[in-house]
């Protein structure tokens, strides 16, 4: 057919279909070259288009395989799923272009942050472990022991998989506790067959144990079992732990890798174009802490302390019911009941559980681990809102950089990776510190108004995070700094602004504060009343308020040798950058030719002084009773007495220091000028160096000399430092054996040598006469850094470690149907917070839960026996009935309870409302051993009833005799929203 036939049929044609201009006939007759010239042509005219559906693609494969169990569907039903999400997700990324026009960009794309995005998504893949939805597939695993040997689990796809599916041959033997054989090379426990991958197995260890050899789709791999690690869970790396797959399987899963790694570099591209510095900012924590973050050779670091028993606990069991769609306000599995909602340990308002709730239900679970990474993202938010913040006070990059890095890193904020709520409260500082900055510097009323809203977000999520004293901190924290504002020779140099608007301010100010007061007062209200009633937290305990004293010599220590400061307050951030601050201070403020007019006016004494006041009166409040401000401030301030551990308020010095810092960054920098004249190797160079040598290099030989060291270090540090080594040894297939007080001796020794090589690298930095080009300046403040860095590494990160730890699978807890059968249940006997288990704990830490439980409980007349069975630790018993309930002790109680006969039929039971039917003989009183809180509610066959006090602390109700239906519900004021029986 001729070119112009086809021309005419194809016009034909056109009449009757919209036929692309791609294709229009004229196209079908011209030279390939022009074809494709045209197709490119039409292309680019698309790019939109296309980048949309491109981008929805990669945004859509990976959610449904790994939110709707892809694997696990029929093709159709594969299909139905992809194509109606890609449709959604399509359709909201136009909606979003036509606001944003955001894939319109014709700018060339930049090599250098594509380089750096592409090595971050390979690094992010490769640290975490990367691996696709668990799926059916094929294993063949040997188990060969020439020692002692036991296998006492394993895991498929995170679920406990039955043992008694391995064969054994030769003596391996299954009992309860797992297989054990006592050692015979030639006999094997097997396993074949199709499971859902990835596939754990768990051993015990011990010295009682050997080694054994696990066969692993042919790959041999030797396990050490002489060890002290718990148990020992071994899997393969990816791919090889998911056994015999089938061609289409890798397909799919090669996809889903490409579609990751893509929408990953896209991610990190974007950031890394846009904000490199702050992305910077934020991800290098994670780099820092790396092994609490992710597993090595299937273990991790693990925190101690109180961050399982205080905080992980509640965690869980908080997300565990929300993801289910209840909010828990009661919490009866710890010290016989104790508010759940109000309590600051649980965290329940904090926003970020929206997003924790949905990571629950997506991956069926939440471990340790989880909660650690959540741990340090509040690191990282604060290292991010520190850069922003300095940043907003003219600040350049680098030096913002540089100063949020080495104050997020520094021994007080890894201090807090014990106390994950005290992070995060911790987190919002910088913010609100950013927020107001920009407020006050705002012009309009619209940026006002916008600021205004930041601020109130930020004190909602500080007010919420759980950490009551980080709150109470804000005040002597931000005060100083907004009395900066009012100083008209410390306002122009560090926010740049001459003559504010007050009114604006002001009226930003007040509205965001209310905002965020009214939004959170109930909350806080709540919180306070059970603060107010547990026991020693009240406030007027000067004994209790004075705890963990913090001094003047422990600031010196924090400085220069942290091995002998209280880590309650200490905050070491690194010899190079406290040298650097006191160059700073000791420079005058002399003009220098050619030098930037802004790094001139921050030398000026009214601006160092302000600083150094402002870090002053933080310090000298933190020393406790041996401070006089502290004893005004205890008898004047409402709330002040409550509080103790007043070290704690270093935390306050970070912003100040990162400030100082970063103007001390500048002020270097600047002496490198080409333009400068004459040496830099001034008096006030030298002077200040040699008095920072001397002063640290003789404190810390004064210090070693006397053997000073801090319990805190002889008891955690040097135990857990040393335990940690010896574990990540174990792990790697080594054995080493440290001595403690060697170890010690290393660290001492560390600090004065990072003292002196600071006094010699600034020392040589300045004493060059020719001057640095930019490239070169970017250079060493980076190799700076990175000296600052590795300062601050080796050390206190690595305080509330405890050791290498199994990798922990991800199971839902379903808390919520546990409660019926807790009531069936003995409790434990045992000094313990909340409890993840049905046998919930009566113990009670010193100084936490109830003042009136704690005084039943550790009352020395209450005889042991008699007490645990009235607790239900005997045998799980919680209802009595009894004909009085003003007996003198627990025994006459228990006396008049075995008059009575009586099983309430338990309706239904949630920890916050208890429905049940009972029928009594006679008039008298029924208790439940659930501690009484006035907002606990009763009705009694409908009618209100009120609940009195037995020994002063559990739930009681006279009944009449008869047939009685008895609800109890906890029903705390503006809350009631929480519990529908509050409502009815």
């Known amino acids: 057919m001729t070119c112009g036939r086809l021309e005419r049929c194809l016009r034909l044609l056109g009449g009757m279909v919209d036929i692309p201009a791609l294709y229009h006939p004229r196209y079908l007759c011209t030279p390939a070259s022009t074809i494709i010239t045209r197709m490119k042509k039409w292309l680019k005219t698309q790019q939109s288009a296309l980048l949309i559906l491109s981008t929805s693609f990669f945004l859509t494969y990976p959610l449904v395989c790994r939110v709707y169990g892809f694997f696990e569907r029929p093709l159709t039903g594969k299909l139905l799923v992809f194509l109606t999400l890609w449709a959604g997700i399509t359709g909201a990324l136009w909606l979003f272009t036509l606001r944003f026009d955001t894939f319109s960009s014709r700018r060339k794309p930049a090599l250098k942050p594509f380089v750096v995005a592409l090595f971050t998504a390979i690094t992010m893949l490769f640290v975490f472990h990367w691996q696709p939805p668990a799926f059916p597939s094929t294993f063949q695993i040997n188990i060969q022991a020439d020692t002692p040997a036991k296998l006492i689990g394993i895991t498929a796809g995170g679920k406990s998989f039955a043992l008694d599916h391995f064969k054994s041959e030769g003596d391996w033997s299954l009992a309860e506790s797992g297989w054990h054989t006592e050692g015979n090379a030639d006999e094997r426990l097997m396993f074949s067959g199709s499971v859902s991958a990835p596939i754990q197995l768990t051993f015990a260890t011990g010295p009682e144990f050997g080694s054994a050899t696990v066969t692993w789709q042919n790959h041999p791999k030797r396990v050490d079992l002489y060890t002290p690690q718990p148990d020992t869970t071994i899997s393969q790396p990816f791919p090889g732990s998911y056994g015999s797959v089938s061609m289409i399987w890798t397909v799919w899963v090669g996809l889903l890798l490409v579609c990751e790694f893509l929408l990953l570099t896209g991610v990190f591209f ?22 609490y973050v992710t597993t090595i050779s299937g273990h991790n670091v693990s925190l101690g302390n109180d961050f399982g028993p205080f905080y992980y606990v509640y965690k869980a069991y908080l997300l565990d019911f929300l993801s289910q769609g209840i909010f828990p306000m009661w919490s009866p599995s710890e010290a016989a009941g ?36 959540f741990t340090i993202t509040a690191i990282a938010w604060f290292s991010l809102g520190l850069f922003v913040w300095l940043r907003s006070l003219r600040v350049e990059n680098r030096h913002a950089l540089f100063a949020a890095l080495v104050m997020a890193l520094s021994y007080k904020m890894t201090e807090l990776l014990r106390f994950p709520n005290a992070a995060h409260e911790a987190a919002w500082y910088p913010w609100i510190f950013y927020t107001l900055t920009r407020m006050f510097t705002a012009q309009t009323w619209k940026s006002v108004c916008y600021w205004s809203a930041g601020l109130g977000a930020s004190l909602i999520c500080l007010f919420t995070a759980g950490y009551p004293y980080y709150v109470y901190y804000l005040p002597f924290l931000a005060g100083p700094y907004m009395l900066f504002m009012l100083i008209p020779a410390v306002r122009t140099v560090i926010f740049g602004i001459e003559k504010p608007n007050w009114r604006k301010f002001l009226t930003g100010f007040s509205a965001a504060s209310a905002a965020s007061l009214l939004t959170c007062g109930p909350y806080l209200f709540h919180m306070a009343q059970t603060i107010e009633l547990t026991a020693g937290r009240a406030g007027d305990d000067f004994i209790h308020a004075t705890m963990y004293p913090f001094d003047f010599l422990d600031t010196l220590e924090s ?35 050619h030098e930037d007019k802004t790094i001139t006016t921050r030398r000026a004494w009214q601006v160092k002084t302000a600083l150094v006041l402002w870090l002053v009166f933080l310090s000298y409040i933190s020393y406790g009773d041996r401070s006089y401000l502290y004893l005004v401030f205890y008898k004047v301030l409402p709330g002040f007495s409550a509080l103790r551990g007043w070290g704690r308020l270093s935390i306050a010095l970070l912003p100040g220091l990162a400030l100082l810092l970063a103007y001390a960054l500048a002020d270097l920098e600047s002496r490198w000028n080409k333009e400068r004249e004459g040496s830099l190797f001034k008096p006030y160079t030298w002077l200040p160096l040699i008095g920072i040598a001397i002063f640290s290099l003789g404190f810390q030989l004064f210090e070693f000399s006397r053997s000073l060291t801090d319990e805190y270090w002889d008891i955690y540090f040097i135990p857990r430092t040393a335990y940690l080594i010896q574990t990540a040894a174990n792990v790697t297939g080594h054995e080493i054996n440290l001595d403690r007080s060697v170890l010690s001796t290393v660290f001492s020794y560390s600090y004065m ?35 600052s860095l590795v300062n601050l590494w080796y050390g206190g990160p690595w305080l509330w470690n405890n050791g290498f730890a199994s990798k922990e699978n991800r199971e839902p807890g379903n808390y919520a149907r546990l409660m019926p059968v807790a009531l069936k249940t003995p409790r434990k006997n045992e000094n313990s917070t909340l409890t993840l288990s049905p046998a919930f704990s009566v113990g009670s830490p010193p100084k936490w839960h109830y003042s009136t439980y704690q005084d039943f409980y550790f009352d020395p007349q209450n005889a042991s026996i008699a007490r645990d069975e009235l607790l239900g630790v005997i045998d799980g018993r919680r209802f009595f009935f009894s004909s009085s309930i003003d007996q003198n002790s627990i025994d006459t109680f228990l006396m008049d309870t075995r008059e009575y006969d009586i099983k309430p039929e338990i309706i239904e039971y949630t920890g916050d409302f208890l429905q049940m039917n009972l029928s009594a003989a006679s008039p008298g009183y029924i208790s439940f051993i659930d501690n009484l809180d006035t907002n606990w509610i009763a009705r009694v066959d409908g009618e209100p009833l009120s609940l009195k006090p037995l020994f002063g602390t559990f739930k009681s109700l006279r009944l009449d005799a008869g047939e009685h239906e008895i609800i109890m519900a906890y029903c705390p004021r503006l809350f009631e929203w929480a519990n529908p029986v509050c409502t009815d």
Not at 270 to 291: C, K, M, N, Q, V
């Open 270 to 291: 974007l950031l890394f174009s846009r904000y490199p510095y702050g992305t910077a900012a934020f991800l290098i924590p994670f780099l820092f802490l790396l092994p």
């Open 338 to 373: 104790f508010p759940f909602f109000s309590n600051p340990l649980a965290q329940a308002f904090y926003p970020a559980n929206v997003l924790l709730a949905f990571f629950y239900n997506v991956n069926d679970g939440y471990t340790r681990l989880d909660h650690q990474v």
């Open 559 to 593: 400085l220069v040798y942290p091995v002998a400061a209280r880590p309650e307050g200490w905050f070491y951030f690194g010899a190079l950058p406290m040298s650097l601050i006191i160059l700073f201070l000791c420079r005058p403020q002399r003009v220098v030719a």
């Open 753 to 787: 040598i990072f003292s002196l090589l600071a006094v010699f690298i600034l020392a040589g930095l300045l004493w060059r006469k020719r001057s640095y080009s930019v490239s070169r300046r970017n250079w060493i403040l980076a190799l700076l850094g990175l000296f």
